[in-house]
């Protein structure tokens, strides 16, 4: 092998190949896929996220969160995903079709996040993001305590200022509160909007699961 | 630039020392020498290099693995398919849709803001559906209603009507008319029997495009009070149970009649209701 | 001669055939010289970040706190970003310059054919290193693509692109005016990954970024990039610098020399099949999962040909091998790609990858094949090559020694930490009565050992940062006052000395 034009034409032939293989086919047979509703006249299916939650979502994507939390569930009989309750069914192509960019992950550190909106609580989870230690101690989920601010509690305390637990060191002084920024605020939209609660033509719950609690956690923690 | 001084290069020795790892092959004698051993043939000797063989028997344990595999988990190379066991002919797509649910939907969606939820209507302006004799019987009427509209005076359980019913055969397919009239013909009381998808279509063939009729046109097409003449092919509207087939069970059985449902075989209002599993009929007071 | 024939013949690499072997390599050494420093002490730099990246992220598994309570407050610090900030300082700070080097100079070498000194390299070189700083710092600000290994921003792209075509054009050159003669496999491997990064790197940028694909299709075009990235620039380069120094070093040809070529034609077709591996169970067609599986199990036979032709010549030379500063590394590398790959392709088997997926394990067999077989032979290569470049020795063997001890040891320790701790991961979250927070807490002592080896690779490579620059340090301090002496000498009408 030693003609310049050959190889190159070996080379690149390999490669287009794979890519005309897999990629360019996987698209053409499915990268159109539309919403759509399991029964005639229903709600089509996945719907497109509200706006605070689209502005959650950037902040999920800059705070890295894929590098613990996965969003794709493994199907029926596949690992533990379903038994742990993390969603009714495995995700397939079409649950991702309104997202830009996907956010799969590929590191469980955490657990799986798809449908972290039918189990959270959103309280837990600002404490849980100020600081992870309160409500699961042992997480390796890192402190957000910067989507926050303490601000001196004005007439009326804030609705949505975080209760720490009893004599918890994380509390602030007295007189002073801590209050999800805007930031925060937002993520936790994002997060409530992540459900996989409808089913598809191609994907429907899966018998008998769903159902499990997942026994001995904190309460409300997903 | 540092070509200066071409003699100096010549002689200048390899680095060496400790940290130092001498080249005993040139360049040109690492290309030489490999070329030759590729290309000079292996001497004759007694018994044959275990190499080339094992790699053909590798090469070939692979190519084998490599088809066999993909033969059995690339799911027909169907793009729905997410299950590596599938196997053709397995169903891929979930339960076929219940035409009792689908009719609720279309009923609440284009009827009920003028029939009202639980079939009554409104006294004086829209004719109750809830035992109405012009749902009963042959569903022939209700078909040439639907997709025609009727305009004119009618008496309707002992009320008096003299509206418009919008035509909505170019707003709803032949489906969605079997289903909406299916799941109006089994609730609110009703009692009569399923409408195929088949006979609307056979229905909308045959009037074109006639404009609505007045109920009197109508009532002499098909009189009130006759019995469905096709009852006997099909059961009862919304009754999932009463056929005796085991519940999820697709094939016919026991009493159920012709239309057998086969797996992958069905679609929307096509569907005998026994062979359904249990519809869920909305809560509709009576 | 028209401008452009003169500009062609400029460019023109070949050196004067008659001068004898030596010469001409000494000219070929010293035409990449400047450019090579560059390229391994930029290098150089970015694995000593991106490891100390690593190291800060690895300690966050354990103590999510650090580094304390006032630190915590800075965004910049936290894990999700200081994750993927390591890892693309690593390879594309670390790998591509490593590459640039040593692939540019084996190129060089074998074709026997000069690197024109026109100062291109130098301006790409600069560039490049700017472009990966500004996507690491992006990375590290937030405004980065939560795609891996394509996580700069889209704008780097273009400006990264540019400054390796102006890099790998070189290589191109080489292949295309290269000398007389019989083309050695590393010259396959080179011509290839020097193709083949662009083009993937292009195309991922584009079905990620610029135009995205919808849906999972982007996932599918991301780890499509991914695998190749790896597979198709970094593997053929290590493979490229170990078929080189192997027998250049123990003098001796490499032994079933001729299943190279199949090799290295294996490689070519199934590496780029292999993507999907990452999406094993995943939201695509299982029939793109089930051919990535194949062809993930179809890449043993590359694996088993280059380690037929590594280890049964290593075997032969052992006691060279264990003496030789620059082959510790090359066979460490060398071992290290066969043990990977095997384990690569086991984990692609659903049977396997249903324990494996989304855990350390996975981690793990990333920095097996990222460290310990490219990086440890790239470190072998560069160990070889920067004395014959420079024409002046490694400082001090002392050095070399425990560069090789402390990150191998290091480097074992991280992924056995990783495989196992992956593995009992892997395990356990699959079992359901098993609670999370459990299960994390059972992954301590494993993330703890990881940290103990990434301390002492982080010590191996001080020691080779330190040798290194106190070479091209001197080096470079001899070539300044040369250039002085000869400038005041012409200020002083003098004759050079």
Redesign the interface.
């Given at each position: 092998?030693?003609n310049?034009p050959l190889?190159?034409c070996?080379?690149?032939f390999?490669?287009a190949?794979?890519?005309c293989?897999?990629?360019l086919s996987?698209?053409i047979?499915?990268?159109?896929?539309q919403p759509v509703a399991?029964?005639?006249?229903?709600t089509v299916y996945p719907q497109p996220i509200a706006g605070v939650a689209q502005q959650g979502r950037q902040v999920y994507?800059?705070?890295?969160?894929?590098?613990?939390h996965?969003q794709?569930v493994?199907?029926a009989g596949?690992?533990?995903d379903l038994?742990?309750?993390w969603a009714k069914r495995?995700?397939?192509?079409?649950?991702?079709?309104l997202?830009?960019?996907?956010?799969?992950g590929?590191?469980?550190?955490?657990?799986d996040l798809a449908d972290i909106g039918d189990r959270m609580d959103t309280h837990t989870n600002y404490l849980h993001l100020y600081d992870?230690?309160l409500v699961?101690?042992?997480?390796?989920?890192?402190?957000?305590?910067?989507l926050f601010t303490t601000q001196k509690i004005g007439d009326t305390p804030t609705p949505h200022a975080l209760k720490f637990p009893e004599g918890s060191t994380e509390a602030p002084p007295a007189g002073y509160e801590v209050v999800p920024t805007d930031r925060a605020i937002a993520l936790v939209a994002y997060l409530h909007s992540l459900k996989i609660d409808y089913?598809l033509?191609?994907?429907?719950f899966a018998p008998g699961v769903g159902n499990?609690t997942?026994?001995?956690?904190?309460t409300a923690?997903p | 630039m540092s070509d200066a001084d071409p003699a100096k290069k010549l002689f200048a020795p390899e680095p060496a020392g400790p940290a130092m790892d001498p080249a005993r092959l040139s360049d040109t004698a690492l290309q030489q020498v490999h070329a030759a051993s590729t290309a000079e043939k292996e001497e004759p000797a007694v018994g044959f290099s275990p190499i080339p063989v094992g790699m053909i028997m590798l090469f070939t344990a692979l190519t084998f693995w490599v088809a066999i595999y993909i033969g059995q988990h690339a799911g027909g190379f169907r793009w729905n398919v997410y299950d590596a066991n599938w196997e053709p002919g397995g169903e891929v797509a979930a339960a076929p849709p219940d035409p009792m649910k689908v009719g609720a939907r279309i009923f609440s969606n284009t009827c009920q803001q003028c029939h009202h939820i639980d079939g009554m209507g409104a006294a004086g302006q829209y004719p109750p559906l809830a035992g109405s004799p012009w749902v009963a019987g042959t569903p022939d009427r209700a078909i040439e209603i639907v997709l025609e509209g009727l305009s004119g005076q009618a008496t309707i359980l002992g009320g008096d009507y003299n509206g418009q019913m919008p035509a909505l055969g170019q707003s709803l397919s032949d489906g969605d008319i079997a289903a909406v009239l299916t799941y109006v013909r089994g609730s609110f009381g009703n009692t009569a029997s399923a409408v195929d998808e088949q006979e609307v279509t056979q229905i909308r063939t045959s009037l074109g495009s006639r404009g609505p009729m007045s109920p009197d046109e109508e009532l002499k097409r098909h009189p009130l009070g006759q019995p469905d003449n096709t009852v006997a092919a099909k059961p009862a509207a919304g009754n999932t149970t009463a056929a005796g087939a085991p519940a999820g069970n697709t094939t016919a059985g026991g009493a159920a009649p012709a239309g057998n449902v086969t797996a992958g075989n069905v679609t929307a209002g096509n569907l005998p209701a026994a062979n359904l599993p249990a519809a869920n009929l909305p809560a509709v007071a009576k | 001669m028209s401008p452009f024939a003169s500009l062609v013949a400029s460019v023109d690499p070949r050196p004067d055939t008659r001068l004898p072997e030596r010469a001409r390599l000494s000219q070929i050494d010293a035409s990449l010289r400047w450019p090579v420093v560059l390229f391994v002490v930029s290098g150089a730099g970015w694995l000593m970040l991106g490891t100390v990246l690593g190291l800060v992220a690895a300690v966050k598994l354990v103590w999510p706190d650090f580094p304390g309570i006032f630190f915590n407050n800075l965004e910049v610090l936290t894990y999700g970003r200081i994750v993927p900030a390591g890892l693309n300082a690593l390879v594309y700070g670390w790998g591509n310059n490593a590459v640039f080097a040593v692939g540019l100079w084996i190129m060089a070498r074998l074709c026997g054919t000069k690197v024109k000194d026109l100062g291109m390299l130098y301006v790409a070189g600069g560039v490049w290193n700017t472009g990966v700083l500004w996507g690491v710092g992006s990375i590290l600000v937030g405004v980065g693509t939560p795609v891996e290994w394509l996580e700069m921003p889209a704008g780097v792209a273009p400006v990264l692109a540019a400054s390796y075509a102006l890099i790998a054009v070189w290589a191109i050159l080489c292949f295309r005016y290269r000398q007389e003669g019989p083309v050695y496999v590393s010259q396959w491997y080179l011509l290839g990954a020097f193709l083949w990064f662009p083009w993937v790197y292009l195309m991922g940028e584009l079905m990620v970024a610029w135009a995205p694909a919808r849906g999972t299709v982007q996932a599918l075009a991301g780890w499509w990039y991914a695998q190749n990235a790896f597979g198709l620039w970094f593997t053929p380069a290590a493979l490229a610098a170990i078929y080189y120094c192997l027998p250049k070093v123990l003098g001796r040809p490499i032994r079933h020399y001729y299943l190279s070529a199949l090799g290295f034609v294996a490689l070519a077709m199934f590496t780029p099949w292999t993507g999907a591996r990452h999406l094993i169970y995943g939201p695509v067609p299982v029939w793109i999962q089930t051919v990535s599986i194949a062809a993930s199990m179809a890449l043993m036979l590359p694996v088993v040909v280059t380690a037929l032709n590594f280890h049964t010549t290593a075997w032969a030379g052992a006691r060279d091998v264990w003496r030789s500063p620059t082959l510790r590394f090359i066979v460490f590398g060398a071992l290290s790609y066969t043990v990977a790959s095997t384990v690569g392709a086991v984990t692609a088997l659903r049977s396997v990858s249903v324990t494996t997926e989304f855990t350390q394990f996975m981690t793990g067999y990333g920095a097996h094949g990222f460290y310990a077989f490219f990086t440890m032979a790239m470190f072998g290569a560069i160990y070889f090559m920067m004395p014959r470049v420079l024409e002046r020795e490694w400082p001090s063997a002392i050095l070399i020694h425990a560069h090789f001890w402390a990150t191998g040891l290091g480097i074992g320790m991280v992924l056995v930490a990783l495989y196992l701790g992956g593995w009992s991961q892997g395990v356990a979250m699959n079992d359901a009565s098993v609670p999370f927070l459990a299960l994390v807490k059972a992954m301590l002592p494993m993330n703890v050992l990881a940290i103990v080896g990434g301390l002492l690779v982080l010590l191996g490579q001080a020691a080779f940062m330190l040798n290194l620059l106190a070479l091209a340090g001197v080096a470079a301090a001899m070539e300044l006052l040369s250039l002085l002496a000869k400038a005041s000498g012409v200020a002083l009408g003098e004759e050079g000395a």
């Open positions: 092998m030693k310049l190889m190159f070996g080379l690149f390999a490669l190949t794979s890519w293989g897999l990629i996987a698209n047979q499915y990268g159109a896929l399991i029964e005639q006249g229903d994507i800059d705070l890295g969160c894929i590098y613990c996965t794709q493994r199907p596949v690992g533990g038994a742990r309750g495995g995700t397939v192509p079409r649950d991702y079709i997202q830009s960019p996907v956010l799969l590929s590191s469980r550190m955490g657990p992870a230690q699961a101690p042992g997480s390796t989920q890192p402190p957000y305590r910067f089913e033509p191609e994907a429907t499990a997942t026994s001995g956690n904190a923690h | - | -």
